[in-house]
């Protein structure tokens, strides 16, 4: 996989964070066309990676124009990460939607839309932080 402009998957989760709040506005029932909206765009993320991400592609298209070029770029994996663990929030939140679980579904919606806004607002992937702790994990386990 090719480098990535860093600065594409913190406009994917700004975007992100504002589907997942009209989710939870709209509730577990008006709120699964968002949901599914999102989980679609988790699953190409997860599947074939951030640069194929639809929201990367709002990005290239009508932001990073505007914007000079990236410092440095980034290795995709640890995104593709964090939208694999998204794309599990939110099936989890689908799931708990479907089956009249309000709490799960709220639950699941509230834990993929505070990942998302540490990234939107902070610039920290909390799904990017796992990745490469589970990496100089198992580097530490090989080496042992």
Not at 34 to 41: K, S
Not at 85 to 113: D, Q
Request: proline share 10%.
């Amino acid at each position: 996989m090719s480098p990535i402009d860093p600065r594409g998957p913190r406009f994917a989760a700004a975007v992100t964070a504002a589907v997942l709040i009209a989710a939870l506005l709209l509730g577990p029932r008006w709120g699964l066309v968002p949901l599914a909206v999102q989980l679609a765009a988790f699953g190409v993320g997860a599947v074939l990676g951030p640069a194929r991400q639809p929201y990367s592609w709002l990005f290239r298209r009508f932001v990073r124009p505007r914007l000079g070029p990236p410092a440095t770029l980034e290795d995709p994996r640890p995104p593709r990460f964090a939208q694999a663990v998204g794309l599990g929030f939110a099936l989890i939140a689908l799931a708990g939607a479907l089956a009249g679980a309000a709490p799960v579904h709220l639950a699941a919606l509230g834990f993929a839309l505070v990942a998302a806004l540490l990234n939107a607002v902070f610039d920290f992937c909390l799904g990017c932080e796992v990745y490469l702790r589970v990496q100089r994990a198992r580097a530490v386990g090989v080496a042992r």
